[in-house]
Structure formats: C-alpha cells, structure tokens
C-alpha cells in the first residue's frame, strides 16, 4: 500500500514539474519577444534602448504569476512594494513604471501586447519614458489566459545620484485587458 501512495505522490510530482516546465518555455519565449519588440519601438524612436534585468524581471514574473493564479487582482496592487524589493537590491534606483496586461488572445501575443501598450497613453508613458533597464514576467493561467507585467526603473550611478536634487520619481502605470479576457466569469 505504501507502494501505491509512493507512486501516486511520485505522478502527482511529475505532472506538476511538466506543467510548470511547459509554462517556462511557453512564456520565456513571449517574454523575450515582447522585450525585444519595446526596444525595436524605442530605437524607431531614437530612444536609448532597455537593457534586460534578471532581477526586475523575477519581480515582474511573480507579480504575473500571482494575478494569473489569483493571490492578486488584475493589476497594480503592491506595486509599491515591487519597487521597495527591487530598490533593496538595486543601488541607484531613481525612478519606476509598470505595464500590466491581460488576454485571452494566444495569435501573436508578443506583438499584440506591444500594440496594445502603444495605443494606451499610460502605458506609451511608461514605454518612452526615462528609464534604463526594464524586466518582463508573463505568466499564464489554467484558462489560457496570459498575464503580463513589464517593470520599468531608471538606475542612476551612485556619483549621479548624489548630485541630483530632485526625489525619486514613481511614474503612472496602465493595465490593459483585452475584451475578450475582461469578459470571463
């Protein structure tokens, strides 16, 4: 008996490191391409390009994560406490902004996303904005339905940022959920 309990604890574990690998490849590649896709719109704009930060995407991906599971509400609770976390770990942290979206859409997501963001004025802000790295967490729920996050920081060198005299600066954010996704139950 103690066989069988072993074996079905053993099958339990198994499906749920597939399912969680299948979420990694699925969303790393989504992640990345929309990355990508921000920068290709800032260079067209003669804008300084994002560099990518394992750390503010972490952050970024959690945040998904717990909307797309639920511990959260579709959008920008605790943002405040994302940039507490990463200004604990980032020297120089001047200044922050987030993107938030949701969609049930799988067709082109990365590229759908991106056109969504720059038809939105918060999110265009946040897009154009004076910021230096950039991380991005997408995550998807048992449904289908994708949650992003893109967190956007200005890092200022230490000698840069004792000569500034103007505060930190947390900039506005904007969350978008596709009709069909703000449509669910």
Known sequence: M??????????ILAAFSSAQAQQTSVTSGVEQET?????QYRKASHLPLLAWDDTIAQVARSHSKDMATGEVDFGHDGFGDRVSRLKSVMPGLWGAGE???????????ARNAVTLWLRSPHHLENIR???????LGVWQDKNGVIYFTQIFVKIKPAAQEAQAAAPSVITSFGMIATPDARARP
């Open 129 to 135: 904005g004076d910021f230096n790295y950039s991380g």
């Open 99 to 109: 993107n938030v979206l949701m969609t049930s859409d799988p067709g082109a997501v």
């Open 2 to 11: 103690a066989r069988f309990f072993c074996l079905i604890a053993f099958f």
């Open 35 to 39: 990355f990508s896709l921000i920068n």
